[in-house]
């Protein structure tokens, strides 16, 4: 339950620029946790994001108050849900297409037209990303580069960069989002990896390697 604390957060160094920045992050934590099965409480997002209950409470007053929470049970409305899914398509393009993630695109619409028109996605690629989002019990910016992991290193395949045809080649050799895979090895000098995937060994060639991006797992 969200509580109405009787102080102002800007007392502890903190203003509403930070608080909106916040909210998207402890949004899609509230989602993760409720695909997972788990209901949400604030001291559990606390500790799942480290950041100090009030903090968490003071974040949540303000999704409250735009109708993106109900105030009973920390369930997302649906406002609020669609709110976690435009952040998370979001993130996608602007962090892991252009590099820079901006806050404003959030509610802005224009992220669909734009996979579209300036980066080649047909509507069903933008739903397919669109459908495993919904899906995804996780938070977005624990993607990273396939290139990353070592041999001996496990991620979850999440999306991969450059259109339908490298989707279509990697769907082909099984790697199709939400898919647990494996590093073997790694060559070296720009060499391929070679992965598990559904009990079979791919190999990749490094530069398409870079361009998929995973969850890495403990």
Same mark, same amino acid.
């Given at each position: 339950?969200?509580?109405?604390?009787?102080?102002?957060?800007?007392?502890m160094?903190y203003?509403?620029?930070?608080?909106?920045?916040?909210?998207?992050?402890?949004?899609?934590?509230?989602?993760?946790m409720?695909?997972?099965?788990i209901q949400?409480?604030?001291?559990?997002i606390?500790k799942?994001l480290?950041?100090?209950?009030?903090?968490v409470?003071?974040?949540?007053?303000?999704?409250l108050?735009?109708?993106?929470?109900?105030?009973d049970?920390?369930?997302?409305t649906?406002?609020g849900r669609?709110?976690?899914?435009n952040y998370?398509?979001?993130?996608?393009h602007?962090?892991?297409?252009?590099?820079?993630y901006?806050l404003?695109?959030?509610?802005?619409g224009?992220?669909?037209?734009?996979?579209k028109?300036?980066?080649g996605?047909d509507d069903?690629?933008?739903n397919?990303?669109?459908?495993f989002l919904?899906?995804?019990? %996780?938070n977005?910016e624990?993607?990273?580069?396939?290139t990353n992991?070592?041999p001996g290193?496990?991620?979850?395949?999440?999306y991969a960069?450059?259109?339908?045809?490298?989707?279509?080649r990697l769907s082909d050799?099984?790697?199709t989002? %939400?898919i647990?895979?494996?590093?073997l090895?790694?060559?070296?000098f720009g060499?391929?990896?070679?992965?598990?995937?559904?009990?079979?060994e791919?190999?990749i060639?490094?530069g398409?390697?870079?361009r998929?991006?995973?969850k890495?797992l403990?």
């Open positions: 339950m969200v509580v109405n604390a009787p102080w102002r957060f800007k007392i160094g203003d509403m620029d930070l608080v909106e920045r916040l909210m998207p992050k402890i949004l899609e934590t509230i989602y993760s409720t695909l997972s099965g949400p409480t604030i001291d559990l606390s799942k480290s950041i100090p209950p009030l903090f409470n003071e974040v949540l007053k303000l999704a108050n735009k109708g993106l929470i109900s105030g049970n920390l369930s997302l649906e406002a669609d709110f976690v899914l998370r398509q979001t993130f996608i602007d962090k892991l297409i252009h590099g820079k901006d404003e695109n959030i509610s802005s224009v992220v669909h037209e734009h996979l028109y300036s980066h996605l069903d690629e933008i397919s990303l669109k459908d919904s899906k995804f019990d %996780g977005v624990e993607a990273e580069p396939l992991l070592r290193e496990r991620g979850v395949f999440m960069m450059g259109g339908y045809g490298i989707l279509r050799m099984g790697l989002p %939400g647990e895979l494996e590093v090895s790694a060559g070296p060499g391929p990896f070679i992965l598990r995937v559904r009990g079979y791919i190999v060639g490094r398409i390697a870079s998929i991006y995973v890495r403990k």
